[in-house]
């Protein structure tokens, strides 16, 4: 929550986020998060920085042919602790606070995930950083200075109802 209102909330459209809306936040991913694929960073025992990755519902999730009811869940249940099915993870947020941007702590935390990755066992052999949007070309850099391919991008578009009214895009970050 710290890391995030430090770092979003200056975005155009977000707003702080609360105690309660954070702790609401973690009771819904806790039973698909894999804690080898949640990474903070901290500094002078302050947070600095995170990166959150869960793995790829979607490869277990599909064969249910759009139906989750009890059968389903406890399938998904099954395949997610007992055979670890999904071999990939999906990065749902990384972010830095803006005083420790450029400052490698973006590199620490990937490094961090690196050696997580390298360990025996890391059931993952595939790792997508999403939800990259076009605003935002630091991240971008960030990607292939790792050695990723950026072969997604995500736009936003927006609709005005009164054309008439004027509308600013949102400023690129650094």
Do not use: C
């Not at 430090?6 to 155009?12: D, N, R």
């Not at 990755?53 to 389903?72: E, H, R, S, T, V």
């Amino acid at each position: 929550m710290h890391i995030y209102n430090l770092g979003w909330a200056k975005f155009q459209g977000l707003k702080k986020m609360r105690k309660s809306e954070a702790r609401a936040i973690l009771k819904e991913l806790k039973p698909i998060l894999d804690p080898r694929a949640v990474i903070f960073g901290y500094h002078d025992n302050e947070p600095v920085g995170f990166y959150v990755m869960i793995p790829d519902l979607n490869q277990i999730i599909k064969k249910f042919q759009g139906k989750f009811g009890l059968i389903q869940k406890l399938r998904l249940f099954f395949d997610l602790k007992i055979i670890r099915k999904p071999n990939r993870l999906i990065g749902m947020v990384f972010g830095v606070i803006p005083e420790y941007q450029g400052k490698g702590v973006e590199s620490g935390l990937v490094m961090r995930m690196e050696e997580e990755i390298a360990k025996p066992g890391f059931p993952y052999k595939n790792i997508q950083m999403n939800w990259i949007g076009d605003f935002n070309p630091t991240m971008m850099k960030l990607v292939e200075k790792i050695g990723g391919k950026i072969y997604k991008t995500h736009i936003t578009y927006r609709y005005l109802f009164n054309p008439a009214q004027k509308f600013e895009r949102a400023k690129k970050s650094q």
